[in-house]
């Protein structure tokens, strides 16, 4: 999954092409999936305090990182309990997007193949570190006060899996997507629904 700068300077581009989003509420929905928002569930249905709920897929460990992070978002499981009438849901969704297409989407195999998993979160993570003050500089974000304490962490060296680019290409085609149609497009049919 994307770091929460990432997430930030999405969100910041998508909401420089949508006016009609209420902008604190769509902030506070692009990262709660990722720390313990305070009340949740008064936001958004599925999902409690434990923050291995907060993606609505499967959390269980596998060697391989992409498939993880594939399996970790549940599209399904979302739209059955929600739907994206809020500017709140609009960002968690826009935020589950952005985890299940970064890896293997815009960070490729080849990048990650030689790695075991723990090694891939590990320079991933330091990676993250090392892009977050780039990123924040660049598009000009504005931290909520809720993920300063995590945000602000230094990486050590340089930056291993990620390319610069690849993450402004990222931000920029994620921010331009159609949530309503991107809904359409990751819900599978239940077949075995009576």
């Known amino acids: 999954m994307p770091c929460l700068a ?3 300077a ?9 006016n009609d ?4 509420e769509f902030i506070a929905g692009t990262i709660a999936p ?5 009340n949740i569930n008064k936001y958004i249905n599925g999902v ?18 992409i498939e993880y992070m594939k399996k970790k978002v549940d599209f399904n499981l979302f739209f059955n309990q929600n739907d994206i009438n809020t500017s709140f849901l ?6 589950l997007l952005c985890d299940y297409y970064f890896f293997g989407e815009y960070i490729s195999d ?3 193949s030689n790695l075991s998993f723990d090694e891939a979160v590990k320079i991933g993570y330091n990676d993250y570190d090392l892009i977050t003050p780039k990123l924040i500089s660049k598009y000009n974000l504005i931290i909520p006060d809720q993920i300063k304490s995590i ?14 680019d690849t993450v402004d290409e990222f931000i920029d085609n994620m921010s331009k997507i159609d949530l309503f149609k991107a809904k359409q497009e990751v819900i599978k049919p239940n077949f075995n629904k009576k």
């Open 34 to 38: 990722d720390i313990n928002y305070p």
């Open 90 to 95: 609009r960002a968690y969704f826009l935020h």
């Open 151 to 164: 945000i602000s962490r230094k990486g050590i060296g340089e930056i291993k899996i990620l390319k610069e």
């Open 110 to 112: 080849e990048k990650l």
């Open 21 to 24: 989003e209420n902008k604190e």
């Open 10 to 18: 999405v969100a910041k581009k998508y909401l420089e092409k949508h």
């Open 6 to 8: 990432i997430h930030l």
């Open 48 to 65: 409690s305090d434990d923050k291995n709920s907060h993606h609505f897929g499967l959390n269980y460990k596998t060697d391989n990182i």
